[in-house]
Every structure is written in C-alpha cells, then in structure tokens.
C-alpha cells in the first residue's frame, strides 16, 4: 500500500533507479516481503522508472498539471499529462487549482480535472487536493466531493512540498467523503494520504481509520496508499525487530 | 354557603372608627358601592367556582366581605393558567420584566390610600398600614431593579479544560406555588411574590386566610400594571384545605412556603416527593428585616443551565 | 416506462450497497498491566482515620464484571458502624476541621489531589476491574476528572468569600454522601471536595458493587495526612445507605442515583432541617438538525450513549433525528456501531466493557425484550462477546413512538432509541415531553439555532454539538425530577455552606 516517493528537483536517473530498487524489493534480508504498490516520480523520470520496473507488479505513478503549484495553463497541463502516459505512466497524481477553489470557481476546478481525465486514458486519476492549503474541513469535504463527482479515481491529499500534509482529522473526512459517495453513486473511491507519515505506528493509525470507515474492502493497494518516502525503512526497521525481539537502528536498512 | 365567619380581635376600635368614618363623610348622602371581593386566574376576575365564600367581620360584628373560599379547582384552573403564561414571561426580556414589576409599584403607589384603608380595616393600626403600603411599593422597586442584574451575579463561564464556551446561566424553576403569611398580608404576600416572578417564574398563590383584602386588590393593581395574564394568579381561602394540593399537585414545580407552623411545611415537605418539587421555606421574623431584599430570594427559585459548545473550525 | 424501470434498477443496487466491516483484520489483545495492582484480600470500614472492623463482622464480596471472580472482600456497614462514623465526623468538624484555617484546609486537597494523579494508573486499573468500564475511559476521563476536582475545589478553600456576593459563607457540619457505581471514584471526588473545601467533614457510602477506589482514596487520605475522622467511608449496601440518611447528627445530605432511591431519601428527610441535593436520573433528547455535521454528530450520539456502557445518568438515550436526514444519519450510526468492540475493560482497544452487574444486565436485558414487543426494530452489530461475564451489544431502537417504555424509561445501558421530527417546535415539546430533564444535546452548524435550542429544552446540563463532556468548573444537575442542586463551578459550593450577611 506504499507509493515510494522521489519529488526533488535535484533528481536523478541514479537516484530514481534506486528507488525502483527497494520499490521491488524493499530488503535483502527479508526477501518475502511484498513491493511496494507505485513508485511515484517527476514526468521525465517516467521512461527511467518504467525500465527499471519492468516485469515487476510495482506501477509508475507520475505527478503532472504543473506539480506542486499547479500554476499553470490549461493546455499546458492537458499536454503534460498526455506526455507522461505516453511515457508509460500507469498513474497520474495532479494537483487542483487551489487558488480558484478558494475563489469559489468550483466549476473551473471541476472541469479542470474532467479534462485531465479524459486526457489521462487508461491511466488511473489521483486528484490531490493539497489540504494543507485549503484551510478547513468544511472545505476539504467539498473539494473531496468534487473531485470524485469529476472522474476522479483516488483523491489525495497532499503534494508534500505543503506543511501541513496529511492528518488524520484530514484523512477521515476524506475517508467519509468516499464512503458517503459510495453509497449515492455505488462507485468505489481510492484514498492516497500523503507527506508526514513517517512511522509505522502512525502508518497503523491511518488503517485503523481506513478499517473503521470504509471496511475490508478499502484495505488494499487498490484503494489505499500510502504516499511516502522514509516510512518504508521504519515499517522494515518494526518488522526486523518483531522477528528479532531487539530494537534496530537505521544504519542497516538502505537509504535510497 | 357561607362556611366561616372571621372575625378580627386585635386592632384599636378608634383606627376601625376612623377609617369607617371617612368612607361615610365621602358618601355623604348617598350610599356607598360596596366591592365584590374576587379571585384572580388568568388575568380574570371570577369567583370560586364552588360558589363557597366566608365573611370577613369587623371586631365589632360588621360584614366588611364575603370572601371566596377557592377549592382544589381553583387551584387547578390557576395551575392551567400559569402554566400556559410561564414560557412567554420567562421569555420577555428581563429589562421589559423589570419594567412591569416597577409598573406593579407606580400602580400601587397610585392606590395606597385604598390599601391603607384595607389594612386599617383588617387590624393594622394607620402607622403600621403606611409604612406596610409604602415598603411594599419600594420593595417591588428594589425587585424591579434586579430583573437585569441577578443574572449577572449568578451566572458563570466556566474556564473548563478543553476546547469549549462553557457557561452556566439562571432559568426560571416553573411554576411556583407560594403560600402567604398570616401577618403582613400584603408586605409579605409582596416580600415572597417579587422574587419568583422577576426570575420568570409564574405563580399561584394563596393569600392570608385572615386578612384577604388587600391581596384581592392587588390582583387588580396587577391587572392594570401589564403583567401578562396567568403569570400571577390570587386565591383565597383555607391554607388547611389548600395546602396539600399545593404540595401534591405535579405540574407544580416549586412551593414557597411563608407561613409559620412546622407541621404544615411537613406536610409540604411529604407531598413535595411526588415529583421533587422545589420547596423553599422563607418565613422571616420581621418582614421589614433586610434578609427579605435579597437576590438569593430569586435564586431560590430558579434552575442553573450549563451550556457546552466546541470551540474550532 | 425504460426510465422507470432502470431508475428502479438503480435504487435496488444502491439500497443493497453495504460496507463490509467483518475483515481479516483483526486487533490484537492489547491489555493494561494490571501487575503493579495492590489490592488486600478484605477491606474495613475507614473510620476516623483508620481502618476499623465492621461491628457485626459481615463482609460481602465485590466481584470483577467481566470475569464474574471475586476481587476483595468489603466490609458491611450497619447502623452502628455509621454512629461511629457521624461522631467521628462530628468530632473531627468541632475540633479540627472548623478551626483550622481555610488555606489549610485547601492545602489538603491539593496533596490529595496530587498524590491522586501520582497513582493514576492503579486507580484506573482498579476502576476498570471493580466497573467493568473500559480502561480507555477510566485512564482520560474518571481518574483525571476525580484528581481535577480537588485541584478545583481545594483552591476554593480560602476564596469563599468572592464565591457569594455580599454574604458569608460558613460550613454547615457533617455531610452524608451517597454515591453510585457508574463513576466511583470520580463520584466521591466529586461529593467530597466541594464538601471539605467549604469546611465540612463527610461520611461516604460507595455503591457495594464498586466499593474499591474509594478505599484506595481512603489509603490516600492517610498518606496526605488528612486528619482522623474529616472523611469516613462505610461500604454497604442500601441499608447502610438508608442509616446515613436518618442518622439525626447528619446536617447535609448528596445522593447521586437512581430517581427512585432520590425520592426515599427525600421522604426521609421529611420534618428535618436536614439540607440535601440530589442527582438522580434522565433521559435525555439527543436532537439531530439537518444542517448538523452528520459525522460529527454520529460520533457524538455514540458517546453520548455508549460511553460507560451507557451507565450514564445524562446519556443521549432518545435521538431525534429530523425526518430529512434521518435515513442517512441512521446508516451511519449503524455503520459506526458495527466497528465498536464490546469486550475486556482492561483492554486498551475496547469501546464498551462489561455491565456493571448481573442485576442491571438483566434490567437492560428485560428492556431489549420490551422494545421488540412494544414493536420496535431493534439493530445490533455482530460483534464477538467473551464467554463470561455480564455483556450486552450496542443496541438501536428505530420505528419507536413516544410513548414507548424504552423512549420513557431510563435503561441505564447501551441502549438508544431512534425517533423522527419534522419541525422545530415538535422535536422541543417531545423532547421536554418527560418527569426528567437532566440534560440534551443539540447538532446543528447554525449558531442561532443552537441557542435557541438549548434555552428551550428544560434540563441542567446541554451540550451543543458535543455531549457527555465534564469539568469540575462546570456545574452539573438536573430540573424536575432528575434532581435538585448543582455539582461543579462555584454553583457546587453552594449546597455546602450556610450564608449570612
């Protein structure tokens, strides 16, 4: 349910493959353990991962629409989009227009993402709307609704380079969006809480919370992420130390 | 009809001469209206609707009225009719509250003579009547004057350890049912009444068996002074007889028990258990004394809300 | 006539649409220790400073709910017992208590209160074994709260004199405090502080079946130093309750209970000049507005009725749900119900622990019975119960009229009945259509309303878009027959002092 994450301008080819790396198996002495469900990277980066990832289950999610700020054209972000899916993009993360949401131009909001959508083809939509920005809950849940009712195929709620990213108060209400969408329209709704989790006993919290709000079926990779980059070594560090019964210290986990 | 004859033993023939003396110059020639002596329910004038009364008598054998004598139903109707007044006179502002109990004072201070008289009829010497009229009047001045201040003073916010506006804020009890003194027929019935009705409270009460004139009176001071029907309704008649459907009867939610005889504020106290009525004894030695202008006599008859609300976003 | 249909089609599908809530994804045990727990074999009566045997030598047994085991052995007192009690008090009051100063007196309870939090955890633990309540609760709430009044009211010691404008507080003597089993220890923090701070001294009676934090509180009386006698605790049951209430050197009786037992205790006071305040029980209109934040509210109407396995004397017992949202907000309460654990009180997870004891599992129990056959649906999620102990599901009322037993009656349980309204002035005139009025909760994002609303429902306590919150800052009591007099704020002192001018 981890999304590994690598959105830094300094980005490289190397660095990108290394994560890819721990993406498919995230560490040696534990060779059983799953891969992680995407790796998430910039839209240049798309090609590089895809290679690396091949013949792997791990799916290359790419951020697009003029990532973080979103601070761009119409056209410009139709035409980033395109561009990552046919870089190989199985996943598009884009951001909203938090500058018209606020200014209630919900209609722009939502044809905005309508568009990028259709745009996106057979690549899933998470709609991030970066509710650090967004200032109150009442908010989130509308920008959450729109968001589904325009094509969205997760919502998400951070970019990551915004402080405050995901909580949980966030997290839940987006949890009760979904479910209270799922029962108007009987369509199923991925939720993605991004930046700040950094444990995994806050990673816990997070699916308790999905547990409790949206059930079994919401607990997998297809309709929960993690969206995270130091989170994985501290689930393998609380794993070692499960089966070792002794605390572990980060030098003998990869840094990627 | 007439069950009881009351007679008055203790008062100076020359202040009853007096009194009678300056009805009969007024007349002259001609012959006095004499009063029907009333109840008061719901902002009406009837009668008992047993059509039982007893005669008031001067100490020398004169007929001064025929009183009613209220039943269980009376009291039951009075009960209805302040029950259906309560709501909306707790609901008026207390400014306007205050307002109406200083109307109450203007319009007695208007007819003080007529409550002199009363009183002097009843027993009281003319020295005695007018400082009862006049510290009646100014005690419902000093309750007038409470109406937007009590609150004040007993009301709280509470700095509660969470995120919460906590206040706590006085509401009237109800319906209080409030038995006059004896004595004191009117600075008493006033001193008790005052206090639950500026709190918003309506009430039913049962004027001094003895001395019943000036509370029938009353009534109709209370009747020109915009005091909404129902929020004060007067009966007369016997506290024995009374006494346990004030106490027992369970749309009541409070009994001011101003008399003085132990055994009666126990039955009060047994019948209270009924439905947990409020039950406030106030039966001061002096009702000049200054324990009866107090704001802790309109507490006694009201009920403290405690309101929580979240603070956030 | 295809519009129709596919319009039916979709209405079908949606009203089939559930969430599964029974996964493979299943919580851990995750118990408090209960290692460091001392507790005796048998416990005596605490009596002017110590513990002394009860006179006639009976004990009786005080048992974990949720194992039906026996946890200690607790001392019977009789009428004799409470005689010495009372003296004890009595002497304690003319001597010591009365004389010494008030900032004395106020630092006493502040060590109290101190040495409460210090041994905050085993309080809980025990609360949980003795209750049954979930140790979650006993840890933020009772232990916290119970420790929080005597900070409060130990400040007050020294203060009375602001606390009545234009009088004098003086003390009235010794206080006889009866207290319930829904919240022990909290309940005597709550009786005892406000007493001792305005200068009285107090003889206690737990409830027999959670007899045991207040005899930790009596051990903690001691290592504060407390003088002898200024707090006495008598465990029993009713008759010792009872022989309180006559003693004649009692001054001022507090009762927290059921309205029933208020009501004797109010017939024995007759012809004294005994003062008393009683907190007795409710039930309590829960009103949901359509405007109202729908989960917000869902978990509000959750606590408000399943906190403390709904021993709760202000639960959230009837819910009004305006008729607009009311099959909405009723998914949701059904779905929130179903991820509640019932279950070990010790286990940091579980959401309603055990009922307190057979007798009042079998009171709930009866009412289940009851709602069926006075015609309501009753919902209950399917969650596991352990094979001993006293249980019941979190259980939901729909279909239920006013007149109904369980929308009249308090049940004292996890039980919660569900009625609709349409207007305003309906959803007020049922909700104050009862003897109680202890206290109400209002859902609605309208500020205006939420005034509104609150000043017209006749009880002491309302919470607006929250419920079943407590301070000691915060008085507490109900209007009509759920009691008379405050607990709490500065409201809480007044049933314990005298005032002169």
């Known amino acids: ?256 | 009809m007439t069950d009881k004859t009351i007679k008055f033993e203790k008062r100076s023939a020359s202040d009853e001469s007096k009194a009678i003396e300056g009805v009969e110059q007024a007349k002259s020639s001609r012959l006095n209206v004499l009063k029907t002596y009333k109840i008061y329910i719901d902002g009406k004038f009837p009668r008992s609707e047993s059509g039982r009364y007893y005669t008031l008598e001067s100490a020398k054998g004169k007929a001064i009225a025929n009183v009613s004598l209220c039943s269980r139903k009376d009291f039951r109707d009075a009960v209805t009719a302040a029950r259906a007044a309560q709501l909306k006179w707790a609901s008026a502002t207390a400014y306007n509250r205050g307002q109406i109990l200083y109307r109450i004072a203007e319009m007695l201070e208007a007819r003080r003579t007529q409550f002199i008289e009363e009183l002097v009829l009843q027993g009281s010497t003319s020295e005695a009547a007018q400082a009862e009229v006049e510290t009646s009047i100014d005690r419902l001045v000093y309750f007038a004057g409470w109406s937007d201040k009590y609150q004040q003073i007993f009301s709280s916010v509470n700095p509660v350890a969470s995120s919460h506006f906590n206040f706590s804020i006085l509401e009237p009890t109800g319906v209080v049912g409030l038995l006059a003194p004896e004595e004191n027929s009117l600075l008493g019935l006033i001193s008790a009444l005052a206090p639950i009705i500026v709190g918003g409270n309506s009430c039913v009460l049962l004027a001094s068996g003895s001395k019943p004139l000036c509370s029938v009176s009353f009534a109709e001071v209370l009747n020109s002074s915009d005091v909404p029907a129902g929020v004060v309704n007067i009966l007369t008649g016997y506290r024995k007889e009374l006494l346990s459907h004030f106490s027992s009867h369970m749309d009541v939610n409070a009994v001011v028990y101003a008399g003085d005889s132990d055994d009666e504020f126990k039955t009060i106290q047994q019948n209270a258990v009924s439905n947990l009525k409020r039950i406030i004894r106030f039966s001061p030695k002096n009702w000049y004394s200054p324990e009866c202008e107090s704001p802790y006599r309109i507490l006694d008859c009201q009920e403290t809300k405690t309101t929580w609300h979240p603070i956030g976003n | 006539m295809k519009k129709k249909q596919k319009m039916q089609k979709k209405a079908e599908i949606k009203s089939a649409l559930k969430i599964n809530f029974s996964t493979d994804w299943k919580y851990d045990p995750a118990p408090e220790s209960a290692d460091h727990i001392k507790l005796e074999k048998k416990y005596d009566l605490f009596i002017n400073g110590k513990f002394v045997a009860p006179k006639k030598g009976k004990y009786f047994e005080t048992i974990n709910p949720a194992k039906e085991t026996k946890l200690a052995e607790v001392a019977e007192g009789t009428e004799e017992d409470i005689d010495t009690a009372v003296r004890a008090a009595r002497s304690a009051y003319e001597k010591i208590w009365s004389k010494i100063s008030a900032r004395e007196r106020g630092k006493y309870l502040f060590r109290i209160a101190r040495i409460m939090q210090e041994k905050a955890r085993e309080l809980a633990v025990i609360e949980s074994l003795d209750s049954g309540k979930p140790i979650r609760e006993s840890k933020t709430v009772d232990i916290p709260l119970a420790a929080a009044h005597f900070f409060y009211n130990a400040g007050w010691a020294d203060k009375l004199d602001y606390a009545f404008p234009g009088r004098k507080a003086h003390s009235i003597g010794v206080a006889g405090q009866i207290i319930p089993w829904n919240f022990p220890l909290l309940m005597a923090a709550w009786k005892i502080a406000p007493a001792l701070a305005a200068g009285n001294t107090v003889v206690l009676k737990p409830a027999e079946t959670t007899p045991l934090t207040a005899l930790k509180l009596a051990e903690i009386f001691q290592q504060a130093d407390l003088p002898p006698g200024v707090v006495n605790i008598v465990t029993g049951a009713g008759a010792t309750g009872a022989a309180l209430t006559r003693h004649p050197d009692i001054d001022k009786i507090a009762f927290t209970g059921s309205t029933d037992i208020g009501k004797l205790i109010m017939k024995s006071l007759v012809g004294t000049n005994k003062k008393y305040t009683l907190e007795l029980g409710g039930k309590s209109a829960n009103i949901i507005f359509e405007d109202a934040a729908l989960d917000q509210a869902v978990e509000g109407i959750i606590n408000g009725i399943f906190f403390n396995q709904g021993h709760v004397c202000c639960a959230g017992s009837r819910l009004y749900v305006q008729e607009s949202i009311a099959k909405n907000l009723i998914r949701k309460l059904k779905d929130r119900m179903e991820t509640l654990i019932v279950g070990d009180p010790l286990d940091k997870n579980t959401d309603i622990g055990a009922i307190n004891s057979k007798a009042q599992l079998e009171k709930i129990q009866s009412y289940l019975t009851i709602g069926i056959e006075e015609g309501a649906q009753r919902f209950q999620p399917a969650c596991d119960l352990p094979k001993s102990g006293y249980w019941c599901r979190p259980t939901l009322f729909t279909d239920v009229a006013q007149s109904h037993r369980i929308a009249q009656e308090e049940i004292f349980g996890p039980v919660l009945s569900v009625q609709t309204f349409r207007t305003v002035e309906e959803v007020i005139e049922k909700a104050n259509n009862t003897p109680y009025g202890l206290a109400g909760g209002v859902w609605t994002d309208k500020g205006a309303k939420v005034f509104s609303i609150t000043s017209q429902i006749r009880a002491g306590v309302l919470w607006a878009n929250t419920y079943n919150k407590f301070d000691p800052t915060a008085p507490f009591g109900g209007y009509k027959e759920s009691g008379m007099g405050r607990e709490g704020g500065v409201h809480g002192l007044y049933p314990y002092v005298e005032l002169a001018s």
């Open chain 1, 1 to 256: 349910m981890l999304d590994l994450t690598t959105l830094d301008a300094k980005d490289t080819d190397g660095k990108v493959k290394q994560l890819c790396r721990k993406a498919i198996r995230p560490h040696d002495s534990l060779p059983d353990l799953p891969s992680v469900a995407a790796v998430c990277v910039y839209p240049n980066f798309v090609s590089t991962a895809k290679e690396a990832l091949s013949g792997s289950s791990v799916k290359v999610a790419a951020v697009a629409t003029a990532f973080p700020s979103g601070m761009s054209t119409l056209k410009v972000k139709l035409r980033e989009t395109k561009w990552a899916v046919n870089q190989g993009a199985d996943e598009i993360d884009m951001v909203i227009s938090r500058g018209k949401f606020l200014a209630g131009e919900y209609d722009f909001v939502s044809d905005e993402i309508a568009a990028v959508k259709e745009e996106c083809g057979p690549a899933h939509l998470k709609v991030i709307l970066e509710t650090g920005e967004l200032s109150t809950l009442d908010n989130i849940r509308k920008a959450s609704d729109l968001a589904m009712e325009a094509g969205a195929d997760f919502i998400k709620t951070s970019t990551g380079k915004i402080q405050p990213a995901a909580t949980l108060p966030v997290t839940l209400v987006m949890l009760e969006a979904i479910r209270d969408f799922y029962y108007r329209t009987g369509k199923k709704i991925g939720m993605k809480p991004a930046g700040g989790i950094a444990t995994a006993k806050l990673a816990l919290q997070y699916l308790v919370m999905v547990r409790e709000t949206l059930g079994q079926e919401w607990l997998s990779p297809d309709w929960f992420r993690f969206g995270a980059s130091v989170l994985a070594n501290d689930l393998l560090r609380q794993i070692v130390k499960e089966q070792t019964g002794v605390y572990q210290s980060f030098d003998y986990f990869t840094k990627d």
